[in-house]
């Protein structure tokens, strides 16, 4: 409390006293919103998880498919030479290798395309939900067509099996990123907290 205001009237009068109002606070106790960084929810990590798993088995399946491309040029050449008969030997053999070469840059492709894709959900930028389930219809697309491309003789017979586990986990990893405490997550885009920077603020 202010000491009380003595004041002396112009008539001559005894001086009087009054208490002066309390001033306004200069700071209020409700600090300005500060960005923090809060682990992201359990269904977020183990989306992140499934992901990672997919990256290894998708790196490992396009690892062994260069391998093995020298024992598969010659069965997709008989592949395609059963399409279209009468061609000579070269065509054949250039056909095969634009089949093959097709398949493995798509399969690298949507490898590192999904890569940045989950760096960006991470970010927790928009829509990239969306991106992500068009490289899953992609990768949908080899599974099913790799018996007539690639998934090859008793070599080549490993192809599907690992792409499909490659999709499955991708689908795995979706459904949990479209889990409400993971939209939710997604749609704060940040994490704020109220109070002044620094170790103090992180205690309000």
Do not use: C, H
């Not at 024992?71 to 008989?78: C, F, S, T, Y």
């Amino acid at each position: 409390m202010t000491e009380p205001v003595r004041m002396q009237l112009d008539s001559g009068d005894a001086p009087f006293t009054r208490d002066a109002p309390e001033r306004p606070a200069l700071a209020s106790r409700y600090g300005a919103p500060v960005v923090v960084k809060n682990s992201a929810p359990f269904e977020v990590r183990l989306s992140q998880f499934l992901w990672i798993l997919s990256f290894a088995v998708g790196g490992f399946a396009v690892v062994y498919l260069f391998v093995i491309r020298q024992d598969l040029l010659p069965l997709i050449a008989d592949v395609v030479e059963t399409v279209d008969k009468g061609r000579s030997e070269d065509t054949y053999k250039s056909a095969a290798d634009i089949l093959f070469w097709t398949v493995f840059a798509i399969s690298l492709a949507v490898l590192l395309v999904q890569i940045t894709l989950l760096v960006s959900f991470l970010n927790r930028k928009p829509q990239v939900r969306w991106w992500q389930l068009a490289t899953l219809a992609v990768q949908a697309t080899l599974v099913l067509l790799s018996p007539e491309w690639v998934a090859l003789g008793e070599k080549g017979s490993w192809i599907q099996p690992l792409l499909a586990a490659q999709a499955a986990l991708v689908l795995l990893a979706l459904l949990l990123s479209v889990l409400p405490r993971a939209l939710a997550w997604s749609a704060r885009r940040v994490d704020v907290r109220r109070g002044p920077e620094g170790p103090r603020g992180a205690e309000l």
